[in-house]
């Protein structure tokens, strides 16, 4: 049973940073893309952030050039790290992968922007 465990999230200033961390069971992680979501209150849940096996990335719009997604294999374990952070940044991000056995979602971790 893979297991996705997030963490690092927290309150920051609008402009500060976070980074974000998801310890992954198994070896779903080096095998398989893995994404960043995030849910804002009163909002549908959103993509962030991929990095694929291979190291290749996608972000959404959004959060481009502001976000970083990266990989740890011996790890086991995604990164997001966000800089410039804005008050529309704010929600529950959770990390995800999928394999042939199923769609796997961590538990999430809030991130808060307030001044």
């Known amino acids: 049973q893979v297991q996705l465990v997030e963490s690092g999230g927290g309150l920051v200033q609008p402009g500060g940073s976070l980074r974000l961390s998801c310890a992954a069971s198994g070896r779903i992680l080096s095998r398989n893309a893995m994404h960043w979501y995030r849910q804002a209150p009163g909002k549908q849940r959103e993509f962030v952030a991929t990095?694929?096996?291979?190291?290749?990335?996608n972000y959404a719009d959004s959060v481009k050039g502001r976000f970083t997604i990266s990989r740890d294999n011996a790890k086991n374990t995604v990164y997001l790290q966000m800089n410039s952070l804005k008050l529309e940044d704010t929600a529950v991000y959770y990390c995800?992968?999928?394999?042939?056995?199923?769609?796997?979602w961590g538990q999430g971790t809030q991130v808060t922007v307030s001044s």
């Open positions: 995800n992968a999928n394999d042939a056995n199923g769609v796997y």
């Open positions: 990095i694929f096996s291979g190291g290749n990335t």
